[in-house]
């Protein structure tokens, strides 16, 4: 059975705050919406009470050419939920399936590849974020240490500033904000962009300028839409990211890495005998 399809609803929702009132009015027809019905322009302007050049300027936004563009992707994708959930591991379960849908239809795989080949070229990595986001950081520090990379997670705010002293071409900086509008963050990420580093943000919330600082920017859901969201780890998401970037990253020189991994795990597991030892 096949899961996965590219579907709009998480660029609308990752564009969101760039929206006027009557845009967001519009989004939130297309992200509620479990009903096909004429999509028409015509149709859907009488539906909102909005004129046809504002749901043309809302697709664009979107990033797509025009309504019709975006209309005939969301019907290609469009499939009527049946709201037919019952108990709390189905719908934890089916929480997490929406939610990696959503991933599927943002992730660009052109985009992981070059963030692959900057990991290969960095001789620093630096990940920061605050809060889940933190948490998240130091995941993606012990993970990519064990297969030789060079790098540090940064959570407290006085250490993101300090480090943004020392950043320079040769590093690369992962910044990691679901909102967007982390200051210590984004002050890391410029700093560091203005001194030749590679910086990279991962957030759920697409605002207008971080192509002036950003190397790339990693969309990724938001679970402010999500069918049951206040139960799923806000962490969670960018896990599944950092897991693919790490996949990427695996398959170049796949067997010295795997060679590195194997040998932390026995320096772990030495460490762990010599101490019930004593």
């Not at 580093?197 to 990693?218: D, H, S, Y």
């Not at 806000?234 to 990211?241: A, C, D, G, S």
Request: proline share 1%.
């Amino acid at each position: 059975m096949e899961y996965y399809v590219k579907s709009v609803v998480p660029i609308i929702e990752s564009n969101y705050d760039k929206f006027t009132t009557v845009e967001r009015n519009i989004a939130d027809f297309f992200i509620q919406n479990r009903k096909k019905v004429d999509f028409s322009s015509k149709s859907i302007s009488e539906r909102l009470f909005v004129s046809e050049a504002s749901l043309s300027r809302f697709a664009k936004k979107c990033g797509y050419r025009g309504y019709r563009e975006f209309i005939y992707q969301y019907e290609e994708t469009f499939v009527e939920k049946q709201e037919s959930i019952t108990g709390n591991t189905r719908m934890i379960l089916n929480a997490y399936q929406e939610l990696l849908n959503k991933t599927y239809s943002l992730v660009d795989e052109a985009q992981i590849a070059r963030i692959s080949r900057y990991l290969n070229q960095a001789e620093r990595v630096f990940v920061c974020g605050t809060g889940s986001s933190g948490l998240a950081a130091r995941e993606m520090e012990l993970r990519f240490m064990r297969i030789g990379v060079d790098i540090d997670s940064l959570v407290e705010r006085d250490m993101m500033r300090m480090q943004a002293v020392f950043q320079d071409r040769r590093s690369l900086v992962f910044g990691i904000s679901i909102s967007g509008s982390k200051e210590e963050v984004l002050f890391l990420l410029k700093e560091a962009y203005r001194k030749g580093a590679k910086t990279i943000l991962f957030t759920a919330n697409n605002r207008g300028g971080f192509e002036q600082f950003c190397t790339e920017v990693v969309l990724i859901p938001s679970l402010r839409h999500l069918n049951h969201g206040n139960v799923i780890s806000p962490q969670f998401p960018i896990l599944v990211m950092l897991d693919i970037i790490y996949s990427y990253y695996l398959e170049q020189d796949k067997y010295e890495k795997e060679v590195l991994h194997d040998n932390t795990l026995r320096a772990l597991e030495e460490g762990e005998g010599m101490h019930r030892s004593f």
